[in-house]
């Protein structure tokens, strides 16, 4: 169970580029082809992304032809993978976004470490529960041992 878990919460712990393939402001996600420097080579390597990710201030949103720096997670139900911690690093046109990069990056970055923590503290709050559950069962068999040594005294 403990695999499970971190399965269902695993991502990629480096900073990753793309750039926006396509997306719809209305419905609030799309999608983002990773650079090919960084495994990206065919749409199965394209990247979900939701409006939630997306870090700039007021409304969220991503031009196509955009240049993004992100993390990635993978859902362990579905096994999709999703873009975290979005930032804009050049502009559709591919202009850098006015020295924003190295600020986006380290962005990008702290937001795959808190990830990577959540899982982590996820992981080990389910084991810890599935220990705890383990000790009472075996304290019930125990009562339930001695119960039964005692009807037949």
């Excluded at 065919?42 to 969220?60: L, P, Q, Y």
Aim: no cysteine; aromatic share 4%; glycine share 10%.
């Amino acid at each position: 169970e403990a695999s499970e878990a971190s399965e269902a919460s695993s991502s990629s712990t480096t900073t990753k580029t793309g750039t926006v393939k396509w997306y719809d402001s209305q419905k609030g996600f799309g999608f983002i082809a990773v650079d090919s420097s960084d495994g990206g080579d065919d749409n199965s390597s394209d990247v979900f992304v939701h409006h939630s990710e997306i870090r700039k201030d007021g409304f969220r949103s991503l031009e196509e032809g955009e240049g993004v720096a992100f993390a990635v997670e993978v859902d362990g139900g579905t096994g999709k993978r999703k873009a975290v911690g979005v930032v804009s690093v050049t502009t559709a046109g591919g202009d850098d976004a006015a020295g924003e990069e190295n600020s986006a990056e380290e962005e990008v970055e702290e937001e795959a470490d808190a990830v990577e923590a959540t899982a982590a503290s996820e992981t080990e709050e389910e084991a810890g529960e599935e220990a705890d559950a383990e000790a009472a069962a075996e304290a019930e068999a125990k009562a339930a041992a001695k119960a039964a040594e005692a009807e037949a005294k």
